[in-house]
């Protein structure tokens, strides 16, 4: 009995052992798992650091925080009534912006393929889709150690892919089956301006950027009516934005025109940039509710973005910054990049 007892007692140490090893290995962290605010933003291999990326030559202005009027009066020459209606907006933190478009140069400093149509080291980098210019930007903040603001492991296919050649026309090439296209809430902050990282503008951040405190049609006086399609000199564009008049009908070298007040070069003409989707979706609504809207970042998703600045082929007075286009985020075009900006805590 005694040694049956011995061998029982033995027994039931062991399991005890067991089931304490097995409780404290279910319990101890894991020196390979993340929090779930860090699985977010893990990358996806898209925006991973290969070793092959440098630095790229970027200068950045500030931008204060403060209050604009946003869009545009009703006697704005091509003004649009709905996408330019006039509201107040105050932004609560500075961010720092990248004085031009993101260059051809800049583009492949981090190991992305070069797909602009005209090329050339120090024009921007175009034929680029939104979700690509998000890929850049995580890009940028994991060389700096900084917080990637998108969850990319959604996308499918590969950064450059899905458009020939012969597609780099006016039209443009948006295969959502082949571009590099995400789905769903790519953003790992709901609110886009307390990402630490580099991200895409909201509209209010750009337009309050490119009107750099001035009320007029541009920041170097106002544009008259000509109708889309012509083509007819614009005084106050000429020494400050690519247009359809002094283009040669070509992408030009960033930083060849007068900087707006702020330092910053090129946000009217030369080539579209993309915003953070469009600020505009909720905000229309709340502005007959409220006298100042704040911080506004409009939706999450969706299957439209706002360009905004114009471009070097486009009639002169639709070169205003409050002058949108909508399109869809998976389309890439000849004429558009982008410009990035980071927040100031």
């Given at each position: 009995?005694?040694?049956?007892?011995?061998?029982?007692?033995?027994?039931?140490?062991?399991?005890?052992?067991?089931l304490v090893v097995m409780l404290f290995s279910a319990c101890k962290p894991d020196s390979n798992t993340k929090d779930a605010d860090q699985n977010e933003t893990e990358s996806t291999g898209v925006d991973a650091l290969t070793g092959n990326?440098?630095?790229?030559?970027?200068?950045?202005?500030?931008?204060?925080?403060?209050?604009?009027?946003?869009?545009?009066?009703?006697?704005?020459?091509?003004?649009?009534?709905?996408?330019?209606?006039?509201?107040?907006?105050?932004?609560?933190?500075?961010?720092?912006?990248?004085?031009?478009?993101?260059?051809?140069?800049?583009?492949?400093?981090?190991?992305?393929?070069?797909?602009?149509?005209?090329?050339?080291?120090?024009?921007?980098?175009?034929?680029?889709?939104?979700?690509?210019?998000?890929?850049?930007?995580?890009?940028?903040?994991?060389?700096?150690?900084?917080?990637?603001?998108?969850?990319?492991?959604?996308?499918?296919?590969?950064?450059?892919?899905?458009?020939?050649?012969?597609?780099?026309?006016?039209?443009?090439?948006?295969?959502q089956t082949k571009n590099f296209t995400c789905k769903g809430n790519i953003h790992n902050y709901s609110d886009y301006y307390a990402c630490p990282g580099y991200r895409l503008p909201t509209t209010a951040e750009w337009e309050y950027a490119?009107?750099?405190?001035?009320?007029?049609?541009?920041?170097?006086?106002?544009?008259?009516?000509?109708?889309?399609?012509?083509?007819?000199?614009?005084?106050?564009?000429?020494?400050?934005?690519?247009?359809?008049?002094?283009?040669?009908?070509?992408?030009?070298?960033?930083?060849?025109?007068?900087?707006?007040?702020?330092?910053?070069?090129?946000?009217?003409?030369?080539?579209?940039?993309?915003?953070?989707?469009?600020?505009?979706?909720?905000?229309?609504?709340?502005?007959?509710?409220?006298?100042?809207?704040?911080?506004?970042?409009?939706?999450?998703?969706?299957?439209?973005?706002?360009?905004?600045?114009?471009?070097?082929?486009?009639?002169?007075?639709?070169?205003?910054?409050?002058?949108?286009?909508?399109?869809?985020?998976?389309?890439?075009?000849?004429?558009?990049?982008?410009?990035?900006?980071?927040?100031?805590?």
């Amino acid at each position: 009995m005694r040694v049956a007892c011995t061998k029982l007692y033995s027994h039931v140490h062991f399991l005890r052992t067991v089931l304490v090893v097995m409780l404290f290995s279910a319990c101890k962290p894991d020196s390979n798992t993340k929090d779930a605010d860090q699985n977010e933003t893990e990358s996806t291999g898209v925006d991973a650091l290969t070793g092959n990326e440098s630095s790229p030559d970027m200068h950045w202005v500030t931008i204060s925080s403060g209050e604009f009027v946003f869009g545009s009066s009703e006697d704005t020459p091509c003004r649009g009534a709905i996408a330019e209606m006039q509201f107040n907006v105050r932004l609560t933190r500075s961010f720092v912006m990248a004085e031009s478009e993101v260059t051809q140069a800049q583009w492949e400093a981090l190991d992305f393929p070069n797909p602009s149509k005209d090329v050339g080291e120090d024009k921007p980098v175009t034929f680029v889709d939104f979700y690509e210019a998000l890929a850049w930007c995580n890009k940028l903040s994991r060389l700096e150690g900084l917080e990637p603001c998108y969850n990319l492991s959604s996308c499918e296919n590969a950064v450059g892919t899905g458009c020939g050649p012969d597609e780099k026309w006016e039209g443009g090439c948006s295969d959502q089956t082949k571009n590099f296209t995400c789905k769903g809430n790519i953003h790992n902050y709901s609110d886009y301006y307390a990402c630490p990282g580099y991200r895409l503008p909201t509209t209010a951040e750009w337009e309050y950027a490119a009107k750099a405190g001035t009320t007029g049609h541009t920041y170097n006086g106002d544009v008259h009516y000509v109708p889309l399609g012509y083509c007819e000199e614009e005084p106050a564009l000429e020494d400050i934005a690519w247009y359809c008049n002094n283009s040669d009908d070509h992408v030009h070298p960033v930083k060849q025109k007068q900087p707006n007040p702020w330092g910053l070069y090129d946000t009217l003409g030369n080539v579209y940039e993309f915003t953070d989707y469009y600020t505009m979706g909720g905000s229309q609504s709340e502005s007959n509710s409220v006298s100042t809207i704040t911080d506004p970042t409009g939706n999450s998703t969706g299957t439209t973005i706002e360009l905004r600045g114009g471009t070097f082929d486009k009639t002169g007075c639709y070169i205003r910054p409050a002058r949108p286009l909508f399109d869809s985020p998976y389309r890439r075009l000849y004429n558009t990049g982008f410009r990035p900006v980071r927040t100031l805590f």
